[in-house]
């Protein structure tokens, strides 16, 4: 039995179709939609080097706008699928993409996750998922349907 589908969320066209077809799971098994969305840490460099010109400001001012931004789509879409009919609830965090998804789904008692994979064409899309999507499929304990 599904009862708590967590759907990882970015706004990116992968993750919108995973919306979509969660939308459909849940509502078929009357089931509790969770939207995750991870803003991903980045480490501005503090040595001397070509990548150094971001200060801690910067990095503050970027995570801020970030999350405003996030948490102005998520609640649109958590709204949109309220109406739909769907039982929805979001969260917003920051930290490591793929280690969050995995910590919120044990933390939520999840059994489903339906995420977006990168992107990919030609060979790179015949050999690997995204670097996320297969890190969470090898240590989810959980189901995990990846959308391409």
């Given at each position: ?24 799971i849940?509502?078929n098994f009357n089931a ?7 803003i ?9 080097s ?11 001012k ?19 699928c ?9 969260k917003?965090?920051q930290g490591?993409v ?10 939520n008692?999840?059994?489903l996750i339906?995420m977006?994979?990168r ?7 015949i050999?690997?998922l995204?670097?996320?999507a297969?890190y ?13």
């Amino acid at each position: 039995m599904i009862r708590n589908i967590l759907i990882p969320y970015d706004g990116s066209p992968l993750s919108k179709k995973g919306l979509e077809l969660s939308k459909e799971i849940a509502r078929n098994f009357n089931a509790n939609l969770d939207l995750l969305m991870v803003i991903p840490m980045f480490y501005p460099m503090s040595e001397p080097s070509i990548y150094s010109g971001a200060t801690m400001g910067d990095y503050h001012k970027i995570i801020k706008q970030l999350k405003t931004k996030g948490e102005k789509e998520i609640k649109k879409v958590t709204e949109k699928c309220r109406e739909a009919g769907v039982k929805t609830f979001y969260k917003l965090v920051q930290g490591d993409v793929a280690y969050t998804i995995l910590k919120q789904a044990k933390k939520n008692k999840t059994d489903l996750i339906i995420m977006g994979s990168r992107r990919m064409r030609g060979l790179a899309a015949i050999k690997r998922l995204g670097s996320t999507a297969r890190y969470v499929s090898e240590h989810a304990n959980c189901p995990v349907t990846i959308v391409h």
